[in-house]
Nanobody, 118 residues
């Protein structure tokens, strides 16, 4: 199983980036998919989640600016980030999780760096 995140980079405040997470080895339609981020010196925190049913949930600070989406046929999850702020600077990680017969399964990808700076 592999979760390959890409799309990070350096962007000025107010700019946009689109992160992609290509998942191989599993069928993502069975998984809730999420993006997390970890800033230097801080704990990893959830940013956005999209459930198997397509319901999106966002961390308060990104509501109205970020949009998470999924394409199950392509095995890909996206995070469209608009109106980026310096405080959005972090390593962003793709995550997948499901519960099957009472057992929890969680998958992580490698991170992609997002830096917001002028």
């Amino acid at each position: 199983v592999q979760l390959q995140a890409s799309g990070g980079g350096l962007v000025q405040p107010g700019g946009s980036l689109r992160l992609s997470c290509v998942v191989s080895g599993i069928t993502i339609s069975y998984y809730d998919m999420a993006w997390y981020r970890q800033a230097p010196g801080k704990q990893r925190e959830p940013v956005a989640t999209v459930t198997t049913g397509g319901i999106a949930v966002y961390e308060n600070s990104v509501k109205g600016r970020f949009t998470i989406s999924r394409d199950n046929a392509k095995g890909t999850v996206y995070l469209q980030m608009n109106g980026l702020k310096p405080e959005d600077t972090a390593v962003y990680y793709c995550n997948g999780r499901r519960v099957l017969l009472g057992k929890s399964y969680e998958l992580w990808g490698q991170g992609t760096q997002v830096t917001v700076s002028s």
